[in-house]
Antibody, heavy 120, light 108 residues
């Protein structure tokens, strides 16, 4: 069965960096586009970034462009999110999610999330 | 960017009730519309994709309809496990992929 397990969250000071990881299993990771989606405490879902199955294409929400970098290592079945210059408004639970195989931009399986808190 | 607007933002209903949630897109998105259910402290779960197709394992009391800019999620005969927050999401174009603000379904 599909399993996505995020790690790397924690408390970090504003302006600092953090790297999130998402370990995938139960499906052929290298065949699927992957997303990061976040949810601030008590708020709704906000899409952050997507990476194509081979890593050749990456897209971001405007609020993280130039600060966050999505990447993947298909040999390790792992998705990453490098977060630099963190701000208080980046505080959220970060979920990784895989796309459906027949419809793009439709995350069908999600990890349990990892909490990132940006605070001094 | 395509804006997604859900209504209502919350509702109270009883077990056995029929519940309808609406989602409106700021431009036509054909049937590129997905619905998710999220329970407190849990990850979102895909319920319906392409406006009306049930994800595998989702009970048939859930249904979706609509095309263009107006969509609905209907739950016939609400069950205790259906109390949750529901989100619509457009998959017509990205970036960015956008979600509605959510509809919280609470127990009356």
């Amino acid at each position: 069965q599909v399993q996505l397990v995020e790690s790397g969250g924690g408390v970090v000071q504003p302006g600092k960096s953090l790297r999130l990881s998402c370990a995938a299993s139960g499906f052929t990771f290298s065949n699927f586009d992957m997303h990061w989606v976040r949810q601030a405490p008590g708020k709704g879902l906000e899409w952050v970034a997507v990476i194509s199955y081979d890593g050749s294409a990456k897209f971001y929400v405007d609020s993280v462009k130039g600060r966050f970098t999505i990447s993947r290592d298909n040999s390790k079945n792992t998705l990453y999110l490098q977060m630099n210059s963190l701000r208080a408004e980046d505080t959220a639970v970060y979920y990784c999610a895989k796309d459906r195989d027949d419809i793009q931009l439709c995350p069908d399986y999600w990890g349990q999330g990892t909490l990132v808190t940006v605070s001094s | 960017d395509i804006q997604m607007t859900q209504s209502p933002s919350s509702l109270s209903a009883s077990v056995g009730d029929r519940v309808t949630i609406t989602c409106r897109a700021s431009q036509s998105i054909s049937t590129f519309l997905n619905w998710y259910q999220q329970k407190p402290g849990k990850a979102p779960k895909l319920l319906i994709y392409a406006a009306s197709t049930l994800q595998g394992g989702v009970p048939s009391r859930f249904s979706g309809s609509g095309s263009g800019t107006d969509f609905t999620l209907t739950i016939t005969s609400l069950q205790p496990e259906d109390f949750a927050t529901y989100y619509c999401q457009q998959s017509y174009e990205s970036p960015p992929l956008t979600f509605g603000g959510g509809t919280k379904v609470e127990i009356k």
